[in-house]
């Protein structure tokens, strides 16, 4: 599987917020069968990141399509090259 990451920009009304528990409920879905490696979110600029595990650019879209926010959403798809970080090495070894 390749990974790709996606910048989400959006916008919000009353709508919006009644959406997000289902939203919750599907990312959390694709988070328990690692679709989705991390997801990111900020108010501040109304932004989410998503890190997704896919075969293409199209999977990740067809994904993206099943969230009840998508409407409300203007994305960016990019395949990443490196991904590294503490959840992706070994735990330290401690002996006894």
């Known amino acids: 599987m390749k990974k ?7 916008r ?8 997000i528990p289902s939203h919750r409920e599907y990312i959390n879905s694709l988070i328990g069968k690692t679709v989705i490696d991390q997801y ?6 109304q932004t ?5 595990s896919a075969k293409n650019k ?5 994904y993206l399509a099943g969230s009840p926010l998508f409407k409300y959403w203007e994305f960016q ?5 490196v991904v590294d970080g503490q ?3 070994l735990p330290a070894l401690q002996l006894n």
């Open 77 to 81: 798809i990019e395949e990443l090259i």
């Open 58 to 62: 199209r999977e990740v879209k067809k």
């Open 4 to 10: 790709f990451q996606v910048t989400i920009k959006f």
């Open 12 to 19: 919000m009304d009353d709508e919006f917020m009644q959406l």
């Open 48 to 52: 989410i990141w998503i890190t997704f």
């Open 87 to 89: 959840l992706h090495r």
């Open 40 to 45: 990111a979110v900020t108010m501040e600029s």
